[in-house]
């Protein structure tokens, strides 16, 4: 494999990782929103999300990486690419026993992130590789959905009194102390951003925060003034031990006989 | 003529559903028309959102990608039906000052009892195909024979929920359908699940009248709310199921099933209704977790629901 | 609607949808929302999952005059109003053929 093959399989994982692990965490809150309404919501979220990274899977599986559904499930933690924020669960406890889960973290980290993915899908739109070009297209279009309602849900937390305000504001802290993550390319950044895959990492940092400064400003919420740098860089393989119990439970039935139909 | 006493808002109220007119949530009824109908569509309508957490422990589970997606939007339809059965119930139990919250609390105190399925456990993947398969199966059955329920808005939200059945069904279907057409240990998983769930799904449809039909179903029929009793439909759903399970090579844990030609009609062994008693009144193997699982996500959830309150407050 | 719950103290939503500019607006369902903007982010979602839409209305049901039941039997009336419809003016297709024939019959008779 070339330079530029590696670059370009290095940033497919680290765009089909992404969108995998959140949309887990997503998929682990279903039955148990705050609302049932918003149970409904959210799930249709949490599964376009995980629709977009079996989009990327399968590019990866054009470009002869493996199946899909073996790249997905049967991969060491180390090999996974996500950054670290969107592996952190979403309370203690586990989703069929016990989930104390934080609806403030929900929300804060999904508006983060999917601000994040609208800043990188925006700088797909001029990237070299055309196929990426046109999926970001399609995936914006979704993305726009899922923006407005976590605006929604932002402001409404934001306004519904002192508790709500402090809950969401320290679940922004918390959301924060990750951040960094999402905006390293990994050891490949350099071959990404040479092969003009997309632009380079600061460059999206510095729409991004343009974009949530705005969003959370509008509610009389900010950003910390500075994020610490990521413990764990997920973009090299670095991950917590919740990611090896996140790939264990997906890849729990499959794994009894990958080679079967299922 | 507009009737005026009790007796002649009655008489016109029976006359107009004998005559296959529908009723709303505004219209006059008898009280216990509406308890009825409360009871009846509250209870359906807590174990779709109960019946999503059986299912829920295998949505990330699922052996592939698209198998994933399916069943998260499976589940997600449950929750939704679930949305639309608590909503035709809350518009009933308004003039009596009930909300959503209130039915809430009575399933968490036992008061609010739901389907027997999803008191039982669902140890593998095959348990969610069957549960797909034929606890869905098992639904539409029910669910098909009400849609022409003289109550128009729970006629109407059946309407939305059997067409998504329809999905459901095949979901399960095609999950069975790969466990039965894959390998040996497949197989097994597919059988044991089979076998596991067979005396639920009888249970599914309530005990047999034995000739003796309860005054619950009576006044139930009297009102056009259903039209068929425990046991035809229980019958319906082995006319279906019951040789598809012949036709996968798969057993059944009762080696009397048979079809009686003379009879017209199925026989077979019966479940053990005292357990069954015990199980819809929260004994079940796994109803005081699942119950537990949806009373906290509620309990730990208020302070949201406070601030949607607040937030709205303060706009006006 | 008459029957008004604060389930929460939420209200009740009622949610119409428009599938295709041309086409009108159809209620789907209800929910319950703290307000309109958070019904509007749940209506599709909750009623709309396989459905393509260009717009959809959330409405507060309290905001709906509903005709009172007891006067929903004036919404009834006789059957004699053909002289509306299309189904009234049956007989001119006949008409116009037998115009046409005689005419035909005419012109080939002057030939």
């Not at chain 1, 997905?72 to 203690?92: H, I, S, W, Y």
């Not at chain 1, 993305?143 to 402001?155: I, N, P, V």
């Not at chain 2, 009723?23 to 009824?29: F, G, R, T």
């Not at chain 2, 009825?36 to 592939?64: C, D, F, N, R, Y």
Request: net charge negative; glycine share 6%; proline share 4%.
């Amino acid at each position: 494999m070339n330079t530029d093959q590696k670059a370009l399989q290095e940033l497919l994982f680290q765009l089909a990782d992404d969108d995998f692990i959140l949309a887990y965490r997503g998929s682990e809150w279903l039955g148990l929103a705050p609302h049932i309404e918003e149970d409904v919501a959210f799930s249709s979220m949490s599964q376009d999300t995980m629709g977009h990274a079996v989009m990327f899977y399968e590019m990866l599986e054009e470009l002869g990486a493996g199946t899909a559904d073996d790249l997905a499930q049967l991969r060491k933690p180390q090999d996974f690419r996500n950054a670290v924020l969107v592996e952190r669960p979403n309370g203690t406890g586990h989703y069929m026993e016990q989930p104390n889960y934080d609806w403030a973290y929900a929300v804060a980290r999904t508006y983060l992130y999917e601000l994040f993915k609208w800043v990188r899908l925006e700088a797909l739109m001029s990237s070299s590789y055309q196929p990426l070009v046109q999926i970001s297209r399609k995936m914006m279009t979704e993305l726009r959905y899922h923006l407005m309602h976590w605006q929604t849900w932002t402001k409404h937390l934001a306004g519904g009194g002192q508790e709500s305000r402090d809950r969401l504001q320290a679940a922004i802290a918390q959301v924060c102390q990750d951040i960094e993550g999402l905006f390293s390319f990994g050891p490949h950044a350099d071959a990404i951003v040479a092969a003009g895959l997309i632009a380079d990492a600061s460059t999206l940092k510095a729409r991004w925060l343009e974009k949530a400064s705005d969003a959370l400003a509008k509610n009389g919420l900010a950003l910390p003034d500075a994020f610490p740098a990521p413990s764990h860089d997920g973009r090299a393989g670095e991950h917590t031990e919740q990611l090896a119990d996140v790939l264990n439970t997906l890849s729990e039935v499959y794994r009894l006989d990958p080679a079967a139909a299922w | 003529m507009i009737a005026q006493t009790h007796d002649e808002k009655l008489a016109a109220f029976l006359e107009k559903i004998d005559n296959g007119g529908k009723i709303e949530a505004d219209d006059w009824m008898p009280d216990d028309y509406r308890t009825q109908l409360i009871k009846l569509i509250s209870m359906h309508g807590m174990s779709e959102i109960m019946g999503a957490l059986p299912e829920k422990e295998w949505v990330p589970k699922a052996p592939t990608l698209r198998r994933k997606l399916a069943i998260m939007a499976k589940v997600q339809d449950e929750m939704g039906h679930g949305q639309l059965l608590l909503r035709v119930a809350e518009d009933l139990m308004a003039p009596l000052g009930k909300t959503r919250e209130d039915m809430l609390n009575d399933l968490f105190t036992g008061r609010l009892k739901f389907h027997n399925v999803f008191h039982m456990e669902a140890p593998t993947w095959a348990d969610a195909g069957v549960i797909g398969w034929l606890v869905d199966g098992a639904a539409i059955i029910t669910q098909t024979m009400s849609l022409d329920t003289s109550y128009a808005p729970y006629s109407r939200a059946l309407h939305r929920i059997c067409a998504e059945e329809k999905f459901h069904a095949q979901h399960g279907e095609s999950i069975v359908l790969a466990l039965a057409e894959g390998t040996e240990q497949q197989r097994r998983m597919l059988q044991d699940a089979v076998t596991r769930w067979w005396p639920a799904l009888l249970m599914f449809f309530g005990p047999p009248e034995g000739g003796k039909i309860s005054s619950n179903q009576q006044m139930n029929m009297r009102y056009k709310i259903r039209s068929q009793t425990n046991e035809e439909l229980r019958q319906v759903f082995f006319d279906k199921y019951v040789p598809r399970i012949f036709h996968l090579g798969l057993t059944l844990p009762d080696p009397t099933i048979r079809y009686d030609e003379a009879a017209g009609q199925w026989i077979y062994q019966q479940p053990d209704w005292d357990e069954f008693k015990q199980i819809v009144s929260g004994h079940g193997p796994r109803s005081v977790q699942r119950l537990d699982l949806r009373k906290l996500s509620y309990q730990q959830a208020q302070w949201v629901r406070d601030a949607l309150l607040n937030n709205t407050q303060q706009a006006i | 609607m008459s029957e008004q719950a604060k389930p929460n103290g939420f209200d009740i939503y009622e949610v119409f949808s428009q599938r295709t500019p041309t086409s009108s607006f159809v209620h789907q369902f209800s929910l319950l929302a703290p307000n309109h903007e958070v019904a509007m982010s749940m209506a599709r979602e909750n009623f709309l999952r396989r459905d393509s839409v260009v717009n959809i209305w959330v409405v507060k049901r309290d905001d709906i005059y509903v005709c009172p039941p007891e006067e929903r039997e004036f919404l009834e009336r006789l059957d004699n109003k053909a002289y509306r419809e299309t189904k009234g003016y049956g007989d001119l297709q006949s008409k116009w053929r037998a115009h046409r024939e005689r005419y035909e019959a005419e012109h080939s008779n002057n030939q």
